[in-house]
């Protein structure tokens, strides 16, 4: 039904461009609801560009160009290349463009969508890494805010200014052009466009613990154990590739990890998750089942002659999948059934740009042929290479709900395209364990979400090098507020596990991971809200404040949903927004000096919960709510809960409560709680803390038909 219904999208716009294609540029341009528009070159290519991956659904036409409509893409050719050429008016301060390295605020870069294995991004000065968000954000000096969509996977030079261009040897592409009030406003355009994360399991919010690579299965125990033992929270444990039989995915080392479904056993036994790593590589082999179902099925990208393509990766030569292929990707989904029956909880889909070893281009062949099927054209790989990563991780992402009905799949990619968060989380791949790529974490962080993705985060330590103590402290402090919290390192690395380097750090790390689980209830509220309206999770400090302009180059100190600002310790003189933030501590401990310091806006609540030891003995039965009024005495705040896996969510089984506090003299707030969403039974106890002059006063415990909480200490 839905197939053919985007079928008979994509055949309408065909038809509409090829129609299109005898006016002027200006009667292609269209609205397509309100504040949107698409402007399509004269040239327009629909076999070469339809359907869309990134967007949702076709834009439908909805009118004509407003009038006074603000910025419009120029469309011409030069030397051969297809050229946009967008004026966006002087002083926009601009983001977006997905994960890049440098500076938050984009003037002046120019990025290239091309997924790359770019290790440490030491390739093409960095200005291309793993995944590919051809998206502007532009932020005029009074806050209204616009945004760009250039829909097309094919390789494109984005070069940020006052004058933005936009070249490609590609077809030209259409743009959607998003006008807003404010910057949050195009970001959630954006998520109506692009689409939206589903609610993540709980679990995949909790703290994780990684490295290249725990083994054997005795040493992932230990890993394990540890943690526990030491009382560090902790949720996940993470096996990267040496858990397999000779790189051979699907399958596991006899030797090394001879009871996969023992071990897993074993970790959730002490409340751990396991995620086991994937790649698209299948080794030449043909001994191996996969390699010889894939050449019986007739899976394999091609090269230009049609011929099996191969390259090598880790285990040697491979074939690769073709996933423009629906019959490829049911194959692929149908490889995990016997491989998550072992107790495997969620995916790592790793190398997928696709990366291709010993060839200058790191992928394959851009004149390999991909066959499509179904909606998809076939064609180069030069049009499919930014959309291999995403179609893997659609069908990953149907394994895990295929084969663990009932559970919310967990997908992390190293490769995607813009809308990618539909199907997987992200990392921001093989950064460095050095300073640099510490500071550089936060604006990466900042600007995947302001192009779709929140589910992101850098590996906490440093992937590249050894990560010396004093880094990896001020690593794990300001990690764990990443919305996807890992410590990850590369394979031959200096340990960089919590209590790697001894009882100072171990206890800096302690702390930090304790202070998320603490946060758990307000950073799943957050993930809720990603899921429903495409708000990041982390945003930049002048979301806080969209009319200061001297909050727009803030990329050390970021913003927590609209309530919580994180001000990392070694940020030099940072630009915080106006008001009475207050600051305040979780622990209860002197100050390490690591931890970031954490304000909260006035007129916020925040729901806080006691420290657990992973997201096993989660409950919001007993919450403490911090509180800073604003001038007017009042403050208001959220919390989600439901079961935290599976789908009773979507029949209503949750509750969304907004609390509302008011002062009542100098000692004393009334809360009034409300269910202002779902249908979920909940009675927990209260209690107010009241944050003031940078200390907590806190109430009794009450339970939730209590009205007044007089502050006791
Ligand atoms: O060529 O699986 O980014 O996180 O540890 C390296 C081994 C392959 C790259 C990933 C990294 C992972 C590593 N992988």
Redo the contacts with the bound molecule.
């Keep these: 039904m839905k197939k053919h219904s985007s079928l008979l999208l994509a055949v309408a716009a065909f038809v509409t461009a090829f129609f299109l294609h005898a006016c002027r540029a200006d009667d292609r341009s269209h609205a397509c609801g309100a504040g949107i528009a698409v402007f399509y070159p004269a040239t327009f290519d629909s076999v070469g560009l339809l359907p869309s991956l990134a967007l949702v659904a076709e834009p439908s036409r909805t009118g004509t160009l407003p009038r006074g409509w603000k910025v419009k893409p120029l469309f011409s050719v030069e030397q051969g290349k297809n050229v946009i050429t967008i004026p966006v008016g002087k002083d926009v301060d601009l983001y977006g463009t997905g994960e890049v390295v440098g500076a938050l605020r984009r003037n002046g870069t120019s990025t290239t969508t091309w997924n790359l294995?770019n290790y440490v991004y030491a390739l093409n000065e960095g200005k291309n890494l793993y995944q590919s968000h051809p998206w502007i954000l532009g932020v005029r000096p009074d806050g209204s805010s616009f945004g760009i969509l250039v829909d097309s996977p094919w390789r494109l030079e984005i070069t940020l200014s006052d004058t933005t261009l936009v070249t490609t040897e590609g077809p030209a592409p259409r743009v959607l052009v998003i006008e807003r009030d404010d910057p949050a406003s195009v970001v959630k355009a954006l998520g109506e466009l692009t689409g939206k994360i589903e609610m993540p399991p709980l679990w995949a919010l909790g703290f994780q613990q990684s490295r290249?690579?725990y083994f054997p299965d005795a040493r992932v125990k230990e890993i394990a154990d540890e943690f526990r033992k030491r009382n560090i929270p902790c949720d996940v444990i993470w096996m990267?590739?040496d858990y397999m039989d000779g790189f051979r995915v699907f399958t596991f080392d006899p030797a090394r990890f001879p009871e996969p479904a023992a071990l897993n056993d074993y970790l959730h036994e002490s409340d751990f998750k396991a995620v086991y790593?994937i790649d698209p590589g299948i080794k030449k082999d043909s001994l191996y089942d996969v390699y010889r179902q894939g050449t019986d099925g007739d899976h394999w990208v091609k090269d230009k002659d049609g011929r099996e393509f191969n390259g090598p990766v880790?285990p040697g030569a491979c074939a690769f999948p073709d996933f423009t292929r629906p019959e490829t990707r049911e194959w692929w989904t149908g490889l995990y059934e016997d491989f998550l029956s072992t107790g495997i909880d969620g995916v790592w889909n790793?190398?997928n740009e696709p990366?291709v070893f010993r060839v200058e281009s790191h992928t394959m062949p851009e004149d390999n042929l991909h066959r499509g099927g179904g909606v998809l054209p076939p064609g180069p790989h030069a049009r499919y290479h930014n959309l291999y990563g995403m179609l893997m991780v659609k069908a990953t992402r149907e394994a895990l709900m295929k084969y663990r009905p009932g559970k919310r799949p967990f997908v992390l990619s190293?490769a995607n395209y813009i809308g990618g968060q539909r199907y997987a989380a992200t990392w921001s791949?093989?950064n460095a364990s050095r300073w640099e790529h510490l500071r550089m974490s936060i604006p990466m962080t900042l600007n995947l979400g302001l192009s779709g993705q929140p589910f992101n985060g850098a590996?906490i330590g440093g992937?590249g090098g050894s990560a010396r103590r004093d880094l990896l402290a001020h690593w794990m402090a300001v990690g764990v507020y990443y919305p996807f919290a890992r410590n990850?390192s590369?394979?031959n690395s200096a340990d960089q596990e919590p209590w790697a380097f001894g009882e100072e750090i171990e206890n800096v790390s302690r702390r930090a991971i304790n202070r998320r689980y603490m946060l758990l209830p307000y950073l799943y509220t957050l993930f809720r809200e990603a899921s429903v309206t495409g708000l990041p999770v982390a945003r930049p400090l002048f979301f806080a404040d969209t009319r200061d302009t001297s909050l727009r180059r803030e990329e050390q100190a970021f913003l927590l949903g609209q309530d919580l600002v994180i001000v990392p310790r070694w940020a030099k003189a940072p630009r915080l927004p106006r008001g009475a933030w207050e600051n305040f501590r979780l622990e209860e401990d002197e100050d390490d000096g690591y931890q970031p310091l954490l304000a909260i806006r006035p007129g916020a609540v925040i729901p806080v919960n006691k420290v657990i030891q992973s997201t096993v003995e989660y409950t919001t039965d007993s919450i403490t709510l911090l509180v800073n009024p604003a001038d007017d005495g009042t403050a208001t705040g959220l919390l989600y809960d439901d079961d935290g896996d599976g789908y009773g969510y979507k029949n209503g089984d949750f509750a969304l409560h907004r609390f509302t506090v008011s002062r009542r003299g100098d000692n004393a707030l009334e809360l009034d709680v409300e269910r202002v969403e779902g249908t979920r039974d909940t009675r927990r106890q209260y209690r107010i803390g009241y944050v003031n002059g940078g200390k907590i006063r806190y109430s009794a415990w009450a339970d939730d038909t209590t009205r007044v909480f007089p502050l006791v200490r």
């Design positions: 294995d290249w690579s990267d590739i790593m880790w790793d190398m990366a190293r791949g093989d590996d992937f990850h590369v394979q």
